[in-house]
Structure formats: C-alpha cells, structure tokens
C-alpha cells in the first residue's frame, strides 16, 4: 500500500515538473527568435545561448524524450544531441527524429553525435589494435573479445541501438530530413573526450 502511495506522489510530482517544463518552453518560443535546443543534455543548464532539455532537474526544460516535445512546429532553429540516440530502441528513436523533424523551423539544423559501433566491432576482430578510451567502467566487463560487442550493444542496459557512419546517415535521412551529410568534431559543442569514438552528422529540414 505505502509503495503504490509513494508510485501516486512520485508520478504527480513528475507530472507537475512536466506542466511546468512545457509552460516555460512555450515562454521560451514567445521571447526569443533563435532557440538553439540540445536534448538529453544531462543535468545541466545551457550556455552560450543553448537551452537544455532532458529529464533531470538542473536543466532548464525538464522532460522525457519518449514523449512528444514540448515545443510547437516549425519554432526551433537548430537541435544538438550527443550519445543520446543510441539510448533509444528503432521505434523510439524515429518517432523522437520525427518530433525533432516537426519542431525545427524551416532549413533548420539537427546536428547530432554518437558512438561508432564500428570500432569495437572492429576490436573483436583486432583486439591487440584496439585500446577503447574514457568507457562507463559498471558496463566495461570484457572477459572475451565478444564483450567488447557487447559493451557497444547494451552498456549495462543503457544502449538500446547501434550506429555506424552510413547507418546514422540513412536513418537521418528516413526521419525526413534533407541534406544530410558527415560532418566535423566541432569543439563549441562536441566533447572532446568522446572524440575517438564519435560520429557525427548534420540534417537540414
């Protein structure tokens, strides 16, 4: 009983948090004319004129991305990920590509960063080659070459979805996207110390 009490309190608070989160993105969209969103951005605010979205409370919209955006269509200029789409099974991932899709203004931009599946793959067939860097050690159990697959595929249950360069581009590209091609480490955005392992894109709407 007191369990399915707490489950009542914790959903009103969350539901409480969103309401709020969604009457202050639509503040947002009403006071500023170039909204630059970075989504699962973890518990942070944004700087440098980024607005942060992602269901911690330190950032300055929470919400869950499984849900649609709390944005209206057509209102965001540019939308920034890194290492989230990977945390999302192929339904979840196209319709949160979709809800990206919808909410970017026209010719907006959605740059995107995630890990490249390929080199641990990679690694299993040259493990002596392969040194994988800055890992989430509570998933980083290799015993075996296959675990360096492993790691990649699942991180302890975290990743739900792998990604290569022309994957990444495909996908992009079957979410509606046009112009969508590589790009670049960027450094006013990407993080450095996930570089090694990074790919990374650009979709014009």
């Not at 309401?19 to 639509?26: G, L, M, P």
């Not at 330190?58 to 919400?63: A, E, G, S, T």
């Not at 739900?160 to 996207?177: H, V």
């Amino acid at each position: 009983m007191q369990s399915k009490l707490c489950k009542k309190r914790a959903q009103r608070a969350k539901n409480k948090l969103l309401k709020n989160s969604a009457e202050r993105a639509t503040k947002i969209v009403l006071q500023q004319q170039d909204i630059l969103l970075e989504i699962g951005a973890g518990n942070r605010k944004g700087a440098n004129g980024w607005t942060t979205l992602d269901i911690c409370a330190n950032c300055d919209i929470y919400w869950d991305l499984r849900l649609p955006l709390p944005f209206p269509a057509n209102s965001i200029t540019k939308i920034y990920s890194s290492h989230v789409l990977e945390h999302f099974d192929y339904s979840e991932l196209m319709k949160l590509l979709a809800e990206c899709h919808r909410i970017l203004k026209p010719h907006g931009i959605f740059s995107v960063c995630v890990p490249d599946a390929s080199l641990y793959i990679k690694g299993y067939g040259s493990v002596e080659e392969f040194t994988p860097q800055n890992v989430y050690e509570p998933a980083f159990c290799i015993n075996t070459r296959i675990d360096f697959v492993n790691y990649i595929a699942y991180m302890g249950g975290h990743h739900r979805y792998m990604f290569d360069r022309d994957n990444l581009l495909a996908i992009l590209r079957k979410a509606g996207f046009k112009e969508v091609r590589a790009r670049q480490f960027e450094s006013a955005i990407d993080k450095a110390e996930r570089d090694w392992e990074s790919i990374y894109a650009e979709a014009e709407k």
